[in-house]
């Protein structure tokens, strides 16, 4: 059950994040020819590593901590 939660949301991130970089890379309002392509680009690419910075982060505070061993005389009072 969970290898198909992880396939599912694989799947479903996969799909919001082409959408996501095309609607950017072909935005109304963007210079015509490959100067426009390539402004929308750059911005894809900053968002990207946005969102994959705000993973690691996410990731990185949800991760289980060890507790630190007590000493013994300290555990006796």
Do not use: D, H
């Not at 590593?49 to 000493?71: D, I, Q, W």
Request: hydrophobic share 50%; charged share 10%; no cysteine.
């Amino acid at each position: 059950m969970g290898s198909g939660a992880n396939n599912t949301a694989r799947y479903v991130g996969t799909a919001i994040g082409i959408t996501i970089v095309t609607v950017l890379l072909t935005r109304s309002g963007a210079a015509p020819g490959a100067a426009g392509l390539l402004s929308g680009w750059n911005i894809a690419v900053l968002l990207t590593v946005g969102f994959s910075l705000l993973g690691a982060l996410v990731v990185l505070l949800a991760r289980e901590r060890t507790a630190k061993p007590v000493p013994f005389l300290e555990r006796r009072s």
